[in-house]
């Protein structure tokens, strides 16, 4: 079909050091994915750094698994903070109620929220990231399809929008070890930061969520709320990139000056109102 495109929805730069706090099992809200729950979206996640993983064998289809699952004894291990999985879950009988108690974007009002009192009073759940304590047996089960894999530098991590996915932090990482190797372990704790990038693709008919929010392009121009992205970039400029089909020469050279001006002009902007949004928020 002539007529699909693919656009840039969200992208963002992530780190995570040796803090033991790390969000739950989760699928992004609408302040990390600005698109109505009835879009379809792929994220990919990109390892900027090597974060390995001995464990991931258990996982493996069984031609490719090996006998050697526990990590040698006999070596110095550092624990990294890396990246989880729940495989299946963005079609699990009972994602409905993951989306409810985390306050998922298919929770959302239709007609979107009208302030930020209105989003606190309304908005379902306990918070994007608490489904361990808010629903404990919904957090078994993700943990049940549980994948983490032993990612290099470079590797990519594609997974559909709705796909539970949540931080494995180093807290945790260096349990795995102790109950694996008890006291033959030689740990040490490194100060590094892993970082990795996700970027967070929708075709250009996704909607932006009508209503009261946090989003950029809605904060610089009110009137791009529950436009489509096709919409608000010929409209108002490249705030949501395309990158699929392949764009002609001329349009790439009119995408440049566009987003040189959303960088410098409009984007501040948008981030001064963000800040006082935020404000609003926290003290509804």
């Known amino acids: 079909d002539d007529s699909i495109n693919l656009r840039i929805c969200r992208d963002i730069f992530l780190t995570k050091d040796d803090d033991d706090y790390a969000c739950g099992w989760h699928v992004d809200d609408t302040g990390f994915w600005p698109s109505i729950a009835s879009d379809p979206g792929v994220n990919a996640w990109i390892a900027l750094d090597d974060m390995p993983y001995q464990w991931s064998r258990k996982k493996l289809p069984k031609h490719l698994a090996t006998d050697d699952e526990q990590p040698p004894t006999n070596q110095t291990h550092t624990a990294v903070a890396t990246f989880a999985l729940s495989l299946g879950s963005h079609r699990a009988p009972w994602r409905q109620e993951a989306y409810e108690v985390t306050g998922s974007t298919h929770t959302l009002p239709p007609e979107g929220f009208l302030s930020a009192a209105d989003m606190i009073k309304r908005r379902s759940g306990k918070g994007t990231c608490n489904i361990k304590t808010s629903a404990p047996h919904l957090y078994e089960k993700l943990e049940e399809n549980k994948i983490v894999y032993d990612i290099k530098k ?62 950029p392009s809605v904060l610089y121009n009110a009137a791009n709320a529950n436009r489509t992205l096709d919409e608000i970039v010929e409209s108002d400029g490249p705030w949501y990139p395309e990158v699929w089909p392949r764009l002609k020469e001329t349009d790439e050279t009119d995408n440049i000056g566009g987003l040189v001006d959303l960088v410098h002009e409009k984007m501040p902007q948008a981030e001064i109102a963000r800040d006082e949004r935020k404000k609003e928020i926290r003290m509804a």
């Open 154 to 215: 470079g590797d990519v991590i594609f997974h559909d929008r709705w796909l539970f996915h949540r931080t494995v932090t180093v807290a945790e990482y260096e349990k795995q070890l102790m109950n694996d190797l008890g006291e033959s372990l030689k740990l040490e704790r490194s100060d590094k930061i892993f970082r990795r990038y996700s970027i967070r693709y929708s075709p250009g008919s996704a909607r932006v969520p009508p209503g009261y929010g946090v989003e």
